[in-house]
């Protein structure tokens, strides 16, 4: 990535330090997320096991998943308010399919394409008809979640022998520890979080359409008069961000081997969370994939956290509030001092 | 010379806007390796000719030829692909990404695992130094360059796509001396690798140095095209303005300068009022009845320090005086309790109110000093609307239309009512004229002149030096985000003076 190099620049004072600055909000969540870790361990002497951090990794696969998904629009200064919704129509669609004996790998690929779908309504409702992001995606959130309740307001279970659940699954044991608490496991979930990660990271940092995307969230009419391709641009994070959700939804579904029409209620909020506890600047412009995953690991880890602290699982909601307040406040010291 | 083939011809261009005629069958022609001028004052047309060529705008009528093929160009991409570069006056780069990255946006070098960075940066530079730009670091961001640096780095980005049309659209105007010549500098470089460059910019001085043909557009009309070296600056002049050079002098008249009695007391008076990073603390006096012009370019702090005086940006130094007393003015709901009123320059965004109507525009300022619960009762209302309608003559005349329906003109004058109906004893006015016909401006010249001759306390600011030379008693030329003279406009003083003011200023620096 990029490190600022201060090759034969004469008379430019020190600027390697503002590319560094940009990345504080970043490395704040590193730190974050490795001291919660340390405290854990030191109060409670569980979170260093493998068992643990295996089980948060499986557990909120599909939290990463939809943090990149969320990084996309995000970083254009908009937002997709849908992916929840979309977690939810795609479960119910699947479960329904599956128990009337639709093949799994048919399953798979008419969820996702449910949620391209979904995807590029967006971009038609914030291209052609010149929406904002945020009124679009609402539309688009209230129409997918709609449709999932019409289709059914049952808990829907995965029928026996599916071909499905193996994604989500127990998965395969890297290292079997006599004690099992401290098994290191993995399942094929985690893999497609990992993938979905690798993917956005070198969609943005090594494609013309990621640099697109930066571009747009510096100024979108100096990226429409340098003449990037920014409406294609749009239509392809807004199908990304979907299509992204319907996997998080398969993800997450084959591992509960449940769906009902209200799964994902708040997921897009838990989504801008991780993004905005990543460092990625609300407005556009700066940020990176690997910080909305550790925001995403950080938003994972405060659950086990506060719930061994004795905080109440109702407070938790006011422990994500605060951490995304003291965030932004870093965020804006950052903008401030890169203004100065 | 002749025999030399243009590049582009743009023939019997003609774009209409609702109800105007912006451009009337305009011709143009760029050559190869050659500097052409556009030339015309502010609402000639040169700006909507850029944007015919740049595929902004569409044309309605007309031909545009790039290199011998008929070219239909809708959109940005278009023009890019043609050839056609462009830079505009605000520099339109992405202050979030790197210098290199700026450059190549978009013609990144790309490997088998996506962008290659190492060699996308490498190209960068070597693009910079073809520009004499070496010694910028492609991977430090663009924020840490100034603007006129991100304009030479805009200029660079122009010939990465190896442009054969690179069109500068006033991209001297918020540069000092020395800025301008680094910038003439690459110009010459990129002429004589054969490029063909359209350059707009009000300094004749730059015109005279850099061009080598100009084209003169007049009201959206296409007057001639003419060598540079071949014609008089006042042939010019007189062309632009529609008036022989002798003509000129007459219209130029200045009015009667109101003279200050010795010991008479300003309106307002400032002392060292300033805010940093916007404009430098600041002495100023405006008299009643005095129209104080504010000179200066893009960014020198002109509309800084109008905006300061009416509090929309909080001073953080300096003291405020009113009639003698001292006041506070720290943001504009504590400047119009005190009787001052600013007219924006950004007259869509902080003027009008566009889904409001003329009537509710106008009494919107007079409202807010009387509080929320007492509503201007109707027939006040009534007379203070008709009364204005009519003397401003807005048109057209019916109050209860949609303010953003109305031309530029008229909508200004509205605003300007609505500053009058608070009766102002300061009222400050930004860029009143800009970008309105004129028929329109005219009239609201007249007006300032005769809200002086009431005994108001003036402020003038205006990018047009000639409307400033005309209409005020003394001159406030700033530059940099200083105050730089204070010229009491007597019949010596012409534009001449303050360019050159302006000029000299620099080079003390």
């Known amino acids: 990535m990029t490190t600022a190099t201060t090759v034969n620049a004469p008379a430019k004072k020190a600027k390697g330090g503002k590319f560094n600055a940009q990345m504080i909000p970043t490395i704040a969540a590193v730190v974050i997320f490795i001291l919660m870790l340390i405290m854990g361990q030191v109060m409670f002497g569980t979170y260093f096991r493998l068992g643990f951090i295996s089980s948060l990794f499986i557990d909120h696969a599909y939290l990463i998943i939809l943090a990149v998904a969320m990084t996309l629009p995000i970083l254009t200064g908009g937002i997709d308010l849908s992916v929840g919704a ?36 967006a971009g038609v409702l914030i291209e052609e008809f010149n929406m904002q992001p945020f009124i679009a995606t609402l539309s688009t959130m209230f129409l997918a979640r709609g449709i999932a309740s019409i289709i059914s307001t049952d808990s829907l279970t995965m029928p026996e022998n599916n071909g499905f659940g193996w994604i989500g699954g127990e998965g395969w044991k890297i290292i079997d520890n006599p004690k099992i608490s401290n098994d290191l496991s993995i399942n094929l979930g985690v893999i497609i979080a990992v993938v979905v990660v690798v993917f956005g990271y070198i969609l943005l940092h090594h494609t013309r359409t990621g640099r697109t995307i930066y571009a747009i969230g510096g100024s979108r009419s100096s990226a429409e008069l340098m003449g990037l391709p920014v409406k294609r641009t749009q239509y392809v994070i807004y199908l990304t961000s979907a299509t992204l959700a319907a996997l998080a939804s398969i993800v997450y579904t084959a591992n509960i081997g449940s769906a009902k029409n209200t799964v994902g209620v708040g997921w897009e909020l838990d989504a801008v969370a991780s993004v905005v506890i ?30 061994d602290f004795g905080v109440p699982a109702e407070a938790v909601q006011i422990v994500v509030g605060i951490m995304i307040l003291v965030f932004v406040v870093l965020q804006r010291a950052v903008t401030v001092l890169q203004k100065e | 010379m002749t025999e030399k083939q243009p590049i582009v011809v743009m023939k019997g261009i003609t774009i209409e806007f609702p109800g105007v005629k912006a451009l009337d069958g305009v011709d143009l022609r760029l050559f190869p390796g050659e500097v052409h001028a556009l030339m015309g004052e502010n609402g000639a047309g040169k700006s909507t000719m850029i944007k015919a060529l740049t595929g902004v705008y569409k ?60 060699k996308t940066h ?46 500068l659209d006033e991209p001297t105007s918020s540069l000092d001396a020395n800025e301008v010549q680094d910038l003439f500098e ?18 004749l001085d730059q015109i005279y140095e850099i061009t080598d043909r100009l084209t003169i557009l007049r009201n959206g009309q296409f007057i ?32 009667a300068r109101r003279e200050i009695k010795p010991g008479e007391k300003p309106v307002v008076s400032i002392r060292q009022l ?37 509090g929309a940006d909080k001073p953080d130094h300096g003291e405020y005086y009113l009639n003698g007393k001292k006041i506070s003015v720290d943001s504009p709901y504590t400047a119009l309790k005190n009787k001052i009123a600013y007219s924006t320059e950004n007259r869509r965004d902080e003027g009008i109110i566009g889904d409001l109507t003329v009537r509710q525009n106008m009494l919107i300022a007079l409202q807010a000093t009387r509080g929320m619960f007492k509503p201007i009762p109707k027939k006040e209302a009534d007379e203070i609307v008709d009364k204005y309608m009519k003397e401003l003559n807005v048109r057209p005349p ?49 007006k300032v002149l005769e809200l002086a001759a009431q005994g108001m306390g003036v402020v003038f600011i205006s990018s047009e030096l000639e409307e400033v030379v005309r209409l005020s008693d003394t001159i406030t030329v700033l530059k940099d985000h200083k105050k730089i003279a204070n010229i009491v406009n007597d019949d010596t003083v012409s534009q001449a003076t303050i360019v050159e003011t302006i000029a000299n200023s620099g080079k003390e620096a």
């Not at chain 2, 990073?277 to 702090?301: H, K, M, N, R, W």
């Not at chain 2, 930004?430 to 329109?440: L, M, N, Q, S």
Request: with cysteine; proline share 4%; charged share 20%.
């Open chain 2, 186 to 203: 690459i110009m010459r470089k990129v002429r004589d690798s054969g490029v063909a460059i359209l350059f707009v910019s009000h300094f």
């Open chain 2, 398 to 446: 019916d109050p209860n239309k949609l303010i953003k329906n109305l031309s530029g003109g008229n909508q200004q004058k509205v605003l300007i009512a609505r500053w009058l109906a608070v009766h102002p004893e300061l009222l400050i006015l930004d860029e009143p004229t800009r970008g309105i016909d004129i028929g329109a401006k005219a009239e609201i010249q007249q």
């Open chain 2, 274 to 310: 300033g805010r940093k990073g916007q404009i430098e603390p600041t002495d100023q006096d405006v008299y009643a009845g005095e129209v104080v012009g504010f000179a200066g370019l893009l960014g020198s702090g002109r509309t800084e320090l109008g905006r300061l005086m009416f």
């Open chain 2, 59 to 118: 044309i309605d009528a007309g031909s545009i030829t790039v290199d011998g093929k008929p070219t239909q160009l809708n959109g940005t991409l278009d023009a890019q692909n043609a050839g056609i570069a462009t830079v505009y006056q605000e520099v339109n780069l992405c202050t979030n990404l790197s210098i290199g990255e700026n450059v190549m946006l978009g013609h990144e070098k790309r490997g088998p695992l996506g962008i290659d960075w190492r």
């Open chain 2, 122 to 167: 490498a190209e960068a530079r070597k693009h910079l130094a073809k520009m004499g730009l070496e010694y910028l670091d492609p991977r430090a961001p663009l924020s840490s360059i100034s603007i006129a640096m991100q304009q030479l780095v805009a200029i660079a980005r122009a010939m990465v796509i190896d442009a054969k049309v690179l069109i």
């Open chain 1, 278 to 307: 990543g460092g990625t600047i609300i407005t556009g412009g700066f940020g990176y994939v690997l910080g909305s995953v550790l925001g995403a690991l950080v938003r994972s880890i405060l659950e086990p956290l506060t719930t």
């Open chain 1, 86 to 121: 979309i977690v939810a129509i795609t479960a119910v669609v699947g479960m329904k399919l599956l128990n009337g004996g639709a093949p799994a790998p048919l399953v798979l690929v008419i969820m996702l394409l449910i949620g391209a779908a979904f995807g590029l309504l």
């Open chain 2, 224 to 255: 001639k095209e003419v060598m540079t070296r071949e014609t008089p600056r006042d042939e010019l002049i007189g062309m632009m303005i529609g008036k022989s050079a002798d003509e000129l002098s007459q219209i130029g008249a200045k009015k």
